[in-house]
């Protein structure tokens, strides 16, 4: 189902029922970019969490979310293991209002790759629903409730003065008690069209109808009456205008409330923009990220780290993608197929029971959600056999334990986050240390050109004519071991810190000194004695 800003407010009342009644949520980001290629330091199979957690960073703060995918899993009452997925696209638009004009950047092959699968990038642009972080809140929040907010948005400002002159243009030819209707002015726009306007006019007072804005002249005797009889009505209005511009951040802090287990696929940079667009600024500090976002989503479950894990375990064939994963958990492979849990689609969302919308957000969201049921099931029956009696999720939960809290890192010193404690050590293969001869002025860039034919290497430059290799396959580590054994260019070898180090290099060398001035002194100072 795709909520966008006209639905979004109808809609919060019926999402908070069910994300209480829920047994977890399942979520998918698409977002406008995902890596700067503006950004000098690209991340590396070399990267400690924390230089993983810098670099990308400052790529989710250049970018945005346009669209959300939840699907919100609840058990039916009554009937065993069945599970209803109620699933939402929201289409997203940074708020601007008063002193808030985000800017975001768009990068082609995002564009592009949304374009393929179908995305509607009017309801984004045109109609996303309004969200900020704490920190934005706290601005307009200040400003709003003082009366001292003012528009910046070039259009808001264009929409603004239009409606201000057409008040205007009427005003001054009508008389004492006559009206005039701003039709389909609703909503957001409606409780910020009347301040203006009131701010703006002395002799006007104006009225919200479901036809539109009603504004009528009066005296400004009338309209002293009115402003000091309403005061209670504009401070409402102002509070109503600030829960607008929040627009999802709202959903956000049910969400958080809720304490809901959250599961995604690949979810570590989903995680970064939650934090980043809904909670606070991202931190510079990797730990502090790491302590926030455990404590909005305390149990987070990443179904990559988990099918990851025990893939190879059931002999299933390799997939590279969410959507493959799903289909060999409901295919015949699956030893569990006809005994696991069943899923259906709430009657709003039955358009994913006909039809596959890989990279919708929603779609993606309840997939991550069925993979999650379908690969606990199949934890607990390697652990109860058959017959098993009837599951319910806290079993569930129980089988993935191992696996909480643990999110899947693309591309670094370590293949996942801990975010209920310290990061695990790094289990990639070892490092190559390349040393190479009569190729002066060699580049990094160069070096991956060599190797790139047999195996894909991180390349970083360790001394003058030596690099590090870093793969995140053993066989590839074998592989060029082997066919580098005599070759007279280039020699490869596994890298020794107490071999290959400078520091450790350096220190031998002063230690040698000291003990061959040592000996000397020994030797010469003997006789004196």
């Not at 703060?61 to 899993?73: A, D």
């Not at 909503?187 to 701010?199: C, D, K, M, N, P």
């Not at 600030?242 to 304490?259: D, E, Y």
Request: aromatic fraction near 12%; hydrophobic fraction near 40%; glycine fraction near 4%.
């Amino acid at each position: 189902m795709d909520v966008d800003a006209d639905e979004f407010e109808k809609s919060l009342p019926h999402l908070q029922e069910l994300v209480l009644g829920a047994e977890f949520v399942g979520l998918d980001i698409e977002f406008t970019g995902l890596r700067s290629n503006l950004s000098q330091q690209q991340i590396s199979l070399f990267d400690l969490p924390s230089e993983w957690y810098l670099k990308t960073r400052q790529s989710v703060q250049q970018f945005t979310i346009c669209q959300i995918g939840l699907s919100v899993f609840s058990s039916i009452e009554g009937e065993s293991n069945k599970y209803v997925a109620h699933s939402f696209n929201f289409f997203l638009f940074p708020t601007t209002f008063g002193i808030l004009d985000s800017e975001f950047s768009f990068q082609a092959s995002s564009v592009q790759f949304l374009n393929q699968y179908g995305f509607d990038y009017n309801k984004f642009l045109k109609n996303g629903i309004p969200y900020m972080n704490e920190e934005q809140e706290k601005k307009i929040k200040h400003d709003i409730l003082r009366g001292n907010w003012r528009i910046r948005s070039s259009l808001d400002k264009d929409q603004i003065k239009v409606v201000i002159d057409k008040v205007t243009r009427w005003l001054d030819p009508a008389k004492e008690g006559d009206q005039m209707t701003l039709p389909g002015i609703a909503g957001f726009r409606a409780f910020e069209i009347q301040l203006v306007l009131r701010q703006a006019l002395s002799n006007i007072w104006t009225t919200l109808h479901d036809e539109g804005v009603v504004v009528r002249k009066v005296s400004r005797q009338h309209r002293w009456y009115l402003e000091h009889a309403s005061c209670d009505q504009v401070s409402r209005w102002k509070e109503q205008l600030l829960l607008s511009a929040r627009g999802f951040s709202i959903f956000f802090q049910m969400l958080v409330k809720a304490q809901k287990p959250l599961v995604g696929h690949n979810m570590m940079v989903d995680l970064l923009h939650l934090h980043d667009k809904f909670f606070r600024p991202l931190p510079e500090s990797y730990e502090e990220f790491k302590e926030n976002i455990h404590n909005l989503f305390p149990i987070l479950i990443d179904t990559k780290n988990v099918t990851k894990d025990i893939w190879k375990e059931l002999h299933f064939p390799r997939v590279t993608n969410l959507s493959d994963v799903y289909d060999v958990l409901s295919g015949d492979l699956n030893p569990t197929k006809d005994s696991g849990p069943v899923i259906v689609h709430a009657s709003q969302c039955e358009k994913y029971a006909k039809t596959k919308c890989p990279h919708e957000a929603a779609y993606d969201a309840f997939l991550c959600g069925s993979v999650l049921l379908k690969v606990a099931h199949l934890l607990l029956q390697r652990v109860h056999g058959d017959p098993m009696p009837e599951p319910s999720f806290p079993q569930y939960l129980d089988m993935l334990t191992p696996y909480v809290n643990q999110v899947n890192l693309i591309r670094a010193g370590v293949p996942k986050i801990n975010f209920s404690g310290p990061d695990y050590p790094s289990i990639r293969p070892p490092i190559l240390i390349l040393t190479v001869k009569k190729w002066p002025g060699i580049s990094e860039q160069q070096v991956y050109r060599e190797f790139q034919n047999l195996c894909k290497f991180d390349v970083r430059r360790f001394t003058g004519n030596q690099f590090l290799l870093l793969t995140n396959k053993f066989k590839d580590v074998r592989n060029v071991l082997k066919e580098y054994r005599s070759h007279p260019t280039l020699q490869v070898s596994l890298y020794r810190y107490w071999r290959h180090s400078p520091n450790v290099t350096c220190l031998l060398q002063v230690c040698s000194i000291v003990t061959t001035w040592a000996t000397l002194a020994f030797l010469l100072g003997g006789p004196c004695s």
